[in-house]
Structure formats: structure tokens, C-alpha cells
């Protein structure tokens, strides 16, 4: 019998980090956030018949095999929906494996009924790493109070019931702990990844992810129109309010041009410094210059803490480049001809061409 526990202790461990990490990792994936929670009772399911392949007989032929744990991790992981996949998975296959005896058709019946009190209970309260004891408790005591009328029927088994017990309380947690773990690594590497891609300060897209997102418009091949925007004098605000109140501007002009990004579907991320860059799609450059006088003047207006002027670069493509680096360049010419054409302060690239 111990033999047979520390194989059951053994699978659900092994499931539950086999099953748990790769669809954790992959969730991103639109096919398995699709399906994710079918995948994850399908999983689960799966380990409860292993579990049942190594049941430990400790009284009148009772097989315990501890499937609450499986099954309440699929509610927790996937949802009601995968605990109720999981759960009759374990249920049907305990019906058609060998060693069956009324007093198992007792406790397996049981465990369906369970199954579908704890669907339902889920949908209502839904699980989570708080909540999930309380599921654990409940299930727990009654079934141990199923096995126990069982064991009080035929006469004898109780320190066996006590133990299993036990032994299901120390699996439960252990595994809990495993899981909650892998959750906590999981959340900061996602982390990790998210402030690779995003600039500190402002929260916006950073360096790399504007030159993703870039190449990716160029593969549609599809017209847009990258902006250069620069804040005029910066350095002087800095020398006059200090850091500080710099890192302010940058925050409250990062605000509007995030607003002013998501009400015209256009893209918008921090180049460097006091630079934004901001991508207009499938715009005409002539509409591009007017959205750039537009832009210019609301910001001199009243969207900073400080009366300040912006100039703004334009480069189209495919008219001023066909790859990111020619681009690039057209653009930094032509932040640099509004820088130095105030009060008009904005340039396309194609009057570069003119001249």
C-alpha cells in the first residue's frame, strides 16, 4: 500500500507540472487560449485514470486513489468547464476498469455527483488560489464521510481512512505549493518580458518594439506614415524645473499622444529621450501634415504642465524608404528641417525630394 501511495504521489506530482507549465507558457497562443481550459480537463482526466491504474486497496476492497486533487486542479487552472471534463473522464473510465465492487460503485457515483456540484459551484464562485482550499475542504470531508459510513458498515478500516486522508491533505498542498510556484515564475518572466518591450517611464512601446511593429507594416505592404515628433528646448525645461518635473512633460505628453493614438488607430511609442514616434496607417502624406499641424498645436496649447513646442518629421512609405533603416533616416532629416523651420515646426519628406 505505501508503495502504491508514493506512485500516486508521484503521477499527480508529474501531471500537474507536465500539464500545468507548457499550456501555461503557450496560453498566448490563439489556438490554445481557445481551447485551453478543454486541453487542461482532457489533461487532468488523463492523470485521474493513471491514478486509478495505481489505486491502493487499504479496506474491503476500497480503492482510494486521491482523483479530488486532479480534479480540483483542473478547476482551478481551466475553470468549471475543465473540472467537469476532467471529472467524468475520471468518473466513466473508473466504471469500465477492473476491480469494481458495489462498495466502489458507491464512492465512484459519489464522485460524480461531486463533480457536478462542484461545476456548478464554480460557475458561481469561481476558483481561485484563495477559494481553492475551501473546494478542497469541502470535497474532502465528504468524501471522507462516504468512505468512512462504507468502512463503519463493514467493521473496521478507520486508521487506514486516517491515513489516506493524511496522506491526501499532504499531496494537495505539496502540489499547491508546486503549482503556485510555477504561476509566481511564470508571472515574472511575462513580466520580464513586458518591460523589455515597453519604456519605464512613459509605458510606452520602446526602441525595439516600434522597429517590430515597423517591420510588420512593412510586410503588409500597405502605405503609412511614420511622425518624428521632438520636444523643442527640453534641455531648457530641465535646467529651469529640473529633472523631475521633465520626467512629467514626458508622462503628460506620452498620455496625450497615447489618447490621440487611440482615438485615430494609430500607433505611437518612445523613441528616446524626448523623441515619440507615431505610425498612422494607410494614410495619404498630404493627410499626414495636416494630423501633424493638428497635433502640434493642441500640444502647445494645454497638454503639458509647461508651455512647449514640439516639431515633427514625416517620412511615407513606400514614397521615402522600403525598409526600416531608410526610413528611419528620412525621418531624422526631416525632424531636423521642422526643427529648424519654426513656427511651421513640421516636415514631410517628400518636400525633401522638392528641394
Not at 475553470?79 to 469500465?96: N, T
Not at 522597429?211 to 510588420?216: G, Q, S, T
Not at 515628433?229 to 520626467?247: A, E, P, V
Request: glycine share 6%; proline share 3%; net charge positive.
Amino acid at each position: 500500500m505505501l508503495l502504491n501511495i508514493l506512485y500516486i504521489f508521484c503521477i499527480l506530482t508529474t501531471f500537474s507540472i507536465l500539464i500545468y507549465w507548457p499550456l501555461l507558457y503557450y496560453k498566448e497562443n490563439p489556438i490554445i487560449n481557445r481551447f485551453y481550459p478543454y486541453m487542461i480537463g482532457l489533461n487532468f482526466g488523463i492523470a485521474g485514470i493513471f491514478l486509478t491504474a495505481f489505486s491502493a486497496e487499504f479496506a474491503f476492497g476500497i480503492m482510494v486513489n486521491s482523483r479530488i486533487i486532479p480534479l480540483l486542479f483542473s478547476g482551478l487552472l481551466g475553470g468549471p468547464i475543465a473540472l467537469l471534463i476532467s471529472g467524468f473522464i475520471m468518473g466513466i473510465s473508473r466504471f469500465i476498469q477492473s476491480g469494481f465492487t458495489t462498495d466502489t460503485l458507491i464512492i465512484n457515483f459519489n464522485f460524480i455527483v461531486l463533480v457536478i456540484v462542484l461545476f456548478f459551484a464554480g460557475r458561481k464562485y469561481h476558483y481561485n488560489y484563495q477559494n481553492i482550499f475551501t473546494y478542497f475542504w469541502f470535497s474532502s470531508i465528504e468524501m471522507a464521510f462516504v468512505i468512512l459510513a462504507i468502512v463503519f458498515y463493514r467493521g473496521g478500516g478507520f486508521l487506514l481512512v486516517l491515513l489516506y486522508t493524511i496522506f491526501t491533505i499532504i499531496s494537495f498542498y505539496s502540489i499547491y505549493f508546486i503549482v503556485n510556484q510555477i504561476k509566481n515564475t511564470n508571472q515574472k518572466i511575462n513580466e520580464t518580458k513586458y518591460l523589455s518591450k515597453i519604456d519605464y517611464l512613459t509605458q510606452l512601446p520602446n526602441n525595439a518594439t516600434i522597429e517590430k511593429y515597423v517591420l510588420d507594416a512593412l510586410a503588409k505592404e500597405k502605405c503609412f506614415t511614420l511622425m518624428l515628433l521632438h520636444i523643442n528646448d527640453f534641455k531648457s525645461i530641465l535646467s529651469t524645473h529640473g529633472y523631475q518635473f521633465g520626467d512629467v512633460v514626458i508622462k503628460q505628453l506620452a498620455q496625450f499622444l497615447q489618447e490621440y493614438a487611440n482615438k485615430n488607430g494609430a500607433f505611437v511609442g518612445k523613441l528616446n529621450g524626448e523623441e515619440f514616434i507615431i505610425v498612422l496607417k494607410d494614410v495619404a502624406p498630404a493627410i499626414a501634415v495636416t494630423e501633424a499641424h493638428t497635433i502640434n498645436k493642441e500640444i502647445a496649447r494645454h497638454h503639458v504642465n509647461v508651455q512647449i513646442t514640439t516639431s515633427i518629421g514625416l517620412a511615407s512609405f513606400p514614397d521615402n524608404g522600403n525598409n526600416y533603416q531608410s526610413l528611419i533616416k528620412s525621418l531624422i532629416s526631416t525632424q531636423q528641417h521642422a526643427k529648424n523651420n519654426l513656427p511651421v515646426a513640421y516636415f514631410h519628406a517628400n518636400n525633401l525630394k522638392k528641394k
